[in-house]
Protein backbone atom coordinates (compact mmCIF):
# COMPACT_ATOMS: atom_id res chain seq x y z
CA UNK A 1 0.00 0.00 0.00
CA UNK A 2 1.05 3.23 -0.90
CA UNK A 3 0.61 6.86 0.65
CA UNK A 4 0.86 9.64 -1.87
CA UNK A 5 2.87 13.01 -0.92
CA UNK A 6 0.36 15.93 -0.64
CA UNK A 7 1.01 19.35 -0.51
CA UNK A 8 0.30 18.89 3.74
CA UNK A 9 1.66 15.63 3.86
CA UNK A 10 5.26 14.34 3.72
CA UNK A 11 6.49 10.97 2.46
CA UNK A 12 9.97 10.80 3.69
CA UNK A 13 11.71 9.41 0.67
CA UNK A 14 12.51 10.58 -3.24
CA UNK A 15 12.71 13.89 -2.44
CA UNK A 16 12.31 15.96 -5.55
CA UNK A 17 13.31 19.48 -4.69
CA UNK A 18 15.56 20.84 -1.93
CA UNK A 19 12.59 22.77 -0.06
CA UNK A 20 10.73 19.63 0.29
CA UNK A 21 14.05 18.01 2.21
CA UNK A 22 14.40 20.56 4.30
CA UNK A 23 10.51 21.05 5.47
CA UNK A 24 11.14 17.37 6.12
CA UNK A 25 14.16 17.86 8.28
CA UNK A 26 12.37 20.83 9.74
CA UNK A 27 9.61 18.43 10.99
CA UNK A 28 11.78 15.85 11.80
CA UNK A 29 13.92 18.34 13.94
CA UNK A 30 10.67 18.77 16.19
CA UNK A 31 10.07 15.06 17.08
CA UNK A 32 14.02 15.19 18.35
CA UNK A 33 13.32 18.38 20.03
CA UNK A 34 10.49 16.57 21.96
CA UNK A 35 12.14 13.38 23.18
CA UNK A 36 14.29 15.89 25.53
CA UNK A 37 10.57 16.25 27.34
CA UNK A 38 9.01 12.59 27.05
CA UNK A 39 9.68 9.64 29.70
CA UNK A 40 10.29 6.71 27.97
CA UNK A 41 7.65 4.94 30.44
CA UNK A 42 4.89 8.02 29.35
CA UNK A 43 2.14 7.03 27.51
CA UNK A 44 2.18 9.43 24.31
CA UNK A 45 -0.39 10.29 21.81
CA UNK A 46 0.15 12.04 18.54
CA UNK A 47 -2.42 13.63 17.05
CA UNK A 48 -2.50 14.31 13.13
CA UNK A 49 0.63 12.09 12.50
CA UNK A 50 0.81 12.41 8.81
CA UNK A 51 2.33 9.53 6.84
CA UNK A 52 3.54 8.29 10.21
CA UNK A 53 7.46 8.27 10.33
CA UNK A 54 7.13 10.71 13.06
CA UNK A 55 5.16 8.76 15.68
CA UNK A 56 7.64 5.76 14.74
CA UNK A 57 10.71 7.61 15.04
CA UNK A 58 9.23 8.45 18.68
CA UNK A 59 8.31 4.83 19.25
CA UNK A 60 12.30 3.99 19.38
CA UNK A 61 12.34 6.39 22.16
CA UNK A 62 9.21 4.84 23.98
CA UNK A 63 7.09 2.31 25.85
CA UNK A 64 4.11 3.38 23.99
CA UNK A 65 2.75 5.92 21.62
CA UNK A 66 -0.59 5.88 19.74
CA UNK A 67 -0.91 7.95 16.39
CA UNK A 68 -4.11 9.60 16.03
CA UNK A 69 -5.37 10.96 12.34
CA UNK A 70 -8.64 11.39 10.55
CA UNK A 71 -7.67 9.76 7.03
CA UNK A 72 -8.42 6.34 7.25
CA UNK A 73 -6.42 5.37 4.74
CA UNK A 74 -3.34 6.88 6.10
CA UNK A 75 -4.01 4.74 9.66
CA UNK A 76 -4.36 1.64 7.57
CA UNK A 77 -0.83 2.21 6.03
CA UNK A 78 0.68 3.76 9.04
CA UNK A 79 -0.55 0.39 11.09
CA UNK A 80 1.06 -1.76 7.80
CA UNK A 81 4.44 0.01 8.13
CA UNK A 82 4.99 1.13 11.34
CA UNK A 83 2.73 -1.08 13.85
CA UNK A 84 4.19 -2.36 16.37
CA UNK A 85 3.74 -3.26 20.27
CA UNK A 86 4.09 -0.05 21.46
CA UNK A 87 3.65 2.12 18.25
CA UNK A 88 -0.59 2.07 17.46
CA UNK A 89 -2.43 3.91 14.57
CA UNK A 90 -6.17 4.64 15.38
CA UNK A 91 -8.90 6.80 13.12
CA UNK A 92 -11.10 9.79 14.65
CA UNK A 93 -13.66 12.02 13.67
CA UNK A 94 -11.56 15.58 14.04
CA UNK A 95 -13.81 16.37 17.22
CA UNK A 96 -13.67 14.43 19.99
CA UNK A 97 -10.64 12.17 21.42
CA UNK A 98 -11.87 8.55 21.81
CA UNK A 99 -10.02 8.37 25.42
CA UNK A 100 -11.12 8.66 28.69
CA UNK A 101 -10.18 11.71 30.73
CA UNK A 102 -6.30 12.19 31.72
CA UNK A 103 -5.23 8.69 30.19
CA UNK A 104 -2.64 10.12 28.48
CA UNK A 105 1.01 11.37 30.12
CA UNK A 106 1.65 13.89 27.12
CA UNK A 107 -0.08 14.93 23.95
CA UNK A 108 1.96 16.06 20.88
CA UNK A 109 0.68 17.44 17.13
CA UNK A 110 3.15 18.88 14.69
CA UNK A 111 1.76 21.27 11.92
CA UNK A 112 -1.95 20.39 12.53
CA UNK A 113 -4.04 23.15 14.76
CA UNK A 114 -3.79 25.67 11.78
CA UNK A 115 -6.09 23.10 9.90
CA UNK A 116 -8.43 23.00 12.66
CA UNK A 117 -11.64 25.29 12.48
CA UNK A 118 -12.22 24.98 16.28
CA UNK A 119 -8.97 25.68 17.72
CA UNK A 120 -10.89 25.76 21.04
CA UNK A 121 -12.49 22.55 21.18
CA UNK A 122 -9.22 21.49 20.00
CA UNK A 123 -7.30 22.31 23.04
CA UNK A 124 -10.20 21.72 25.57
CA UNK A 125 -10.05 18.20 24.37
CA UNK A 126 -6.04 17.86 24.52
CA UNK A 127 -6.45 19.57 27.97
CA UNK A 128 -8.94 16.40 29.28
CA UNK A 129 -6.88 13.68 28.05
CA UNK A 130 -3.91 15.11 29.39
CA UNK A 131 -2.97 13.67 32.98
CA UNK A 132 -2.06 16.23 35.76
CA UNK A 133 1.32 17.27 35.81
CA UNK A 134 0.81 16.22 31.98
CA UNK A 135 2.78 17.70 28.97
CA UNK A 136 1.75 18.74 25.30
CA UNK A 137 3.77 19.88 22.79
CA UNK A 138 2.56 21.67 19.27
CA UNK A 139 4.09 22.86 16.48
CA UNK A 140 2.52 25.71 13.36
CA UNK A 141 3.78 28.07 11.02
CA UNK A 142 4.65 31.55 12.22
CA UNK A 143 2.65 33.78 10.57
CA UNK A 144 4.78 36.64 11.47
CA UNK A 145 7.48 35.78 8.45
CA UNK A 146 4.93 34.56 5.97
CA UNK A 147 1.83 36.78 6.50
CA UNK A 148 1.29 40.90 6.82
CA UNK A 149 -0.73 41.91 9.83
CA UNK A 150 -4.86 40.60 8.89
CA UNK A 151 -3.84 38.74 5.71
CA UNK A 152 -5.59 35.51 5.40
CA UNK A 153 -3.47 32.34 4.76
CA UNK A 154 -2.18 31.84 1.61
CA UNK A 155 -1.98 28.18 2.35
CA UNK A 156 -5.63 27.18 1.21
CA UNK A 157 -5.78 24.11 3.90
CA UNK A 158 -4.87 26.52 6.53
CA UNK A 159 -7.71 27.99 8.23
CA UNK A 160 -5.69 30.00 10.12
CA UNK A 161 -1.96 30.99 11.36
CA UNK A 162 -0.75 32.17 14.45
CA UNK A 163 1.68 34.76 15.64
CA UNK A 164 3.83 33.22 18.92
CA UNK A 165 1.63 36.03 21.06
CA UNK A 166 -1.64 34.35 19.62
CA UNK A 167 -0.64 31.24 20.49
CA UNK A 168 -0.04 32.05 23.73
CA UNK A 169 -2.91 33.61 24.34
CA UNK A 170 -4.70 30.22 23.20
CA UNK A 171 -2.98 27.89 24.69
CA UNK A 172 -2.88 29.91 28.00
CA UNK A 173 -6.50 30.11 28.78
CA UNK A 174 -6.42 26.35 29.38
CA UNK A 175 -3.13 25.27 30.66
CA UNK A 176 -1.05 27.39 33.07
CA UNK A 177 2.10 26.39 32.41
CA UNK A 178 2.79 27.72 28.76
CA UNK A 179 6.28 28.27 26.64
CA UNK A 180 6.24 29.57 23.36
CA UNK A 181 9.28 29.12 21.41
CA UNK A 182 10.62 29.23 17.61
CA UNK A 183 12.13 26.54 15.28
CA UNK A 184 14.78 28.29 13.39
CA UNK A 185 17.20 27.87 10.82
CA UNK A 186 20.84 28.32 9.82
CA UNK A 187 21.21 31.08 7.42
CA UNK A 188 20.80 29.36 4.38
CA UNK A 189 18.36 27.43 5.39
CA UNK A 190 15.75 30.39 6.42
CA UNK A 191 16.84 32.14 2.87
CA UNK A 192 15.64 29.10 1.25
CA UNK A 193 12.18 29.53 3.58
CA UNK A 194 12.25 32.95 2.93
CA UNK A 195 12.13 32.38 -1.11
CA UNK A 196 9.42 29.81 -1.20
CA UNK A 197 7.11 31.72 0.81
CA UNK A 198 7.61 34.57 -1.67
CA UNK A 199 7.18 32.12 -4.98
CA UNK A 200 4.21 30.59 -2.50
CA UNK A 201 2.82 34.42 -3.24
CA UNK A 202 3.79 34.74 -6.42
CA UNK A 203 2.33 33.15 -10.11
CA UNK A 204 5.41 30.25 -9.30
CA UNK A 205 2.47 28.14 -7.15
CA UNK A 206 0.88 27.67 -10.76
CA UNK A 207 3.67 26.09 -12.83
CA UNK A 208 3.65 22.82 -13.56
CA UNK A 209 5.77 20.45 -11.13
CA UNK A 210 8.17 19.52 -13.68
CA UNK A 211 9.41 23.48 -13.93
CA UNK A 212 9.81 23.85 -10.09
CA UNK A 213 12.85 21.32 -9.85
CA UNK A 214 15.72 23.52 -10.01
CA UNK A 215 17.50 21.53 -7.33
CA UNK A 216 21.15 19.86 -7.50
CA UNK A 217 21.60 16.16 -7.19
CA UNK A 218 23.09 16.11 -4.03
CA UNK A 219 21.22 18.46 -1.58
CA UNK A 220 20.57 15.95 0.37
CA UNK A 221 23.77 15.57 1.45
CA UNK A 222 24.03 19.44 2.13
CA UNK A 223 21.55 19.47 4.91
CA UNK A 224 20.72 17.48 8.53
CA UNK A 225 18.62 18.22 11.35
CA UNK A 226 21.81 19.96 12.95
CA UNK A 227 20.73 22.81 10.63
CA UNK A 228 17.98 23.86 12.74
CA UNK A 229 17.77 24.90 16.66
CA UNK A 230 15.35 26.12 19.01
CA UNK A 231 14.60 29.92 19.71
CA UNK A 232 13.54 30.98 22.70
CA UNK A 233 14.30 34.88 22.55
CA UNK A 234 13.49 36.23 19.30
CA UNK A 235 10.47 33.87 18.53
CA UNK A 236 9.21 36.48 16.10
CA UNK A 237 11.58 35.51 13.31
CA UNK A 238 11.49 32.03 13.93
CA UNK A 239 10.06 29.75 10.69
CA UNK A 240 7.58 27.39 12.85
CA UNK A 241 6.40 27.94 16.61
CA UNK A 242 7.02 25.10 18.75
CA UNK A 243 4.74 25.45 22.34
CA UNK A 244 5.47 23.62 25.29
CA UNK A 245 2.44 23.60 27.90
CA UNK A 246 1.68 21.37 30.79
CA UNK A 247 -1.60 20.92 32.57
CA UNK A 248 -1.63 21.89 36.32
CA UNK A 249 -1.33 19.14 39.00
CA UNK A 250 -3.77 18.52 41.49
Known amino acids: MELNKTVERIVPKNF ?3 EEYLLYLRHLFAYEEVIKFLDNDFRVLEIGFGEGYGTNFLANHLNRITGLDVNKKAVTYANQKYGDDNCKFEHY ?4 LPYTDEYFDAVISFQVIEH ?4 HR ?3 EIHRVLKNGGKSVLTTPNRKIRLTPGQDPWNEFHIR ?3 ASQLDELLSGYFHDVRV ?3 RGDSDVETIEKNRVKRSLSFYKLLPDFLKRFVTEDFITEYDTDSFYLEKKQVDKSMDLFALVKKQAR
Request: charged residues 45%; hydrophobic residues 25%; proline residues 0%.
Open 16 to 18: ETR
Open 93 to 96: DGNK
Open 116 to 119: IEDD
Open 122 to 124: FIK
Open 161 to 163: EYS
Open 181 to 183: WGV
